[in-house]
């Protein structure tokens, strides 16, 4: 577990978190990083999505409460 999984456990379980502003790599082969250490109450919606060059994708969502 990284130490910004577990901030980010923290912020969401305490609903401090509004937005998320993801960028994702895709990755063929090998693993990525998880956001959170653990299960969180957050119900997310995506906003907007935006190609960053080829091998890129940002995506807005926002967090319904």
Do not use: W
């Amino acid at each position: 577990v990284y130490k910004r999984q577990v901030v980010n456990t923290l912020f969401a379980r305490e609903e401090l978190i509004d937005e998320i502003m993801l960028t994702i790599c895709p990755l063929f082969f090998g693993s990525g990083i998880g956001l959170f250490s653990g299960e969180v109450p957050l119900k997310p919606r995506l906003l907007s999505t935006e190609f960053l060059g080829s091998d890129a994708i940002l995506a807005h969502y926002e967090v319904v409460r």
